[in-house]
């Protein structure tokens, strides 16, 4: 099975920006969003964003809303993470899929085996 491939990722000061990339695989059709996740150290995976496949929505976490804009090229299947304002507590490795579901604005559905290798951001205080 053919797994997503994130680049972008590095080491850049706090207030600093970057842009990930991810050439998604997997299910892109209608009902299912591309999007992002991160594990920052000693923690758990947790949603960042997703923007569905099929129209312009989007779903931000809290934590980096206002800051990160997700976007995508589906001729490309590609998925983009647009990072500003980045803080330490960002740092973590950043994650994505294809297969996102949503119920009611909530991830609600995740895949199991669709994963690439994750790309590494940190940011120095």
């Known amino acids: 099975q053919v797994k997503p491939v994130e680049s972008g990722g590095g080491l850049v000061q706090a207030g600093g920006s970057l842009r990930l990339s991810c050439v998604a695989s997997?299910?892109?059709?209608?009902?299912?969003?591309g999007g992002w996740f991160r594990q920052p150290p000693g923690k758990r995976r947790e949603f960042v964003a997703a923007?569905?496949?099929?129209?312009?929505?989007?779903y931000y976490a809290d934590s980096v809303e206002g800051r990160f804009t997700v976007s995508r090229d589906k001729a490309k299947n590609t998925v983009y993470l647009e990072m500003n304002s980045l803080k330490p507590e960002d740092t973590a490795k950043y994650y994505c899929?294809?297969?996102?579901?949503?119920?009611?604005?909530?991830?609600?559905?995740?895949?199991?085996?669709?994963w690439g290798q994750g790309t590494q951001v940190t940011v120095s205080s």
């Open positions: 923007i569905s496949w099929s129209g312009p929505l989007t």
């Open positions: 997997g299910r892109t059709n209608n009902g299912y969003a």
């Open positions: 899929t294809s297969e996102i579901e949503f119920c009611s604005g909530k991830v609600c559905h995740v895949p199991a085996d669709n």
